[in-house]
C-alpha cells in the first residue's frame, strides 16, 4: 500500500509560482509512475505531469515550458515547480502514484490563480 500527501497549494496572483510536493509512505523509485492530476468543479481530473520510475517525465500541452516535475529520493517526495501561473490553473491538484498494479490518490490540495 502506498499513502500519498501533498502540499504546498494557496492563493497567488496570475503570473506567480508555487511548489507543490507530493510525500510518499514508500520509496519513490519502487514506484512505477508518479503523476500530478488536477480538477476544477463540474469537470473531470486532467493530467499535469509525471514523472517515471527511470526519471522520464510527461507533461500536459497546457503547462508544458510553466511547470516542472522532479523527485526527491531521499525525501520520498515529488514536486511540481509551477511558474508563470494563470487562472486556468486553478483548481484541486492530487498526486497519483501506481505500484503493483494498483493506483493510489492522496487527498488534494488546493491552488487558486487570481487575475
Known amino acids: 500500500q502506498v499513502q500519498l500527501v501533498e502540499s504546498g497549494g494557496g492563493l497567488v496572483q496570475a503570473g506567480g509560482s508555487l511548489k507543490l510536493a507530493c510525500a510518499a509512505s514508500r520509496d519513490i523509485f519502487s514506484l512505477y509512475t508518479i503523476d500530478w492530476y488536477r480538477q476544477t468543479p463540474g469537470k473531470q481530473r486532467e493530467f499535469v505531469a509525471a514523472v517515471s520510475a527511470s526519471g522520464r517525465t510527461n507533461y500536459a500541452d497546457s503547462v508544458k515550458g510553466r511547470f516542472t516535475i522532479s523527485r526527491d529520493g531521499a525525501q520520498d517526495t515529488v514536486y511540481l515547480q509551477m511558474t508563470s501561473l494563470k487562472p486556468d490553473d486553478t483548481g484541486v491538484y492530487y498526486c497519483?502514484?501506481?505500484?503493483?498494479?494498483?493506483?493510489?490518490w492522496g487527498q488534494g490540495t488546493q491552488v487558486t490563480v487570481s487575475s
Open positions: 497519483k502514484a501506481v505500484y503493483d498494479f494498483t493506483t493510489y
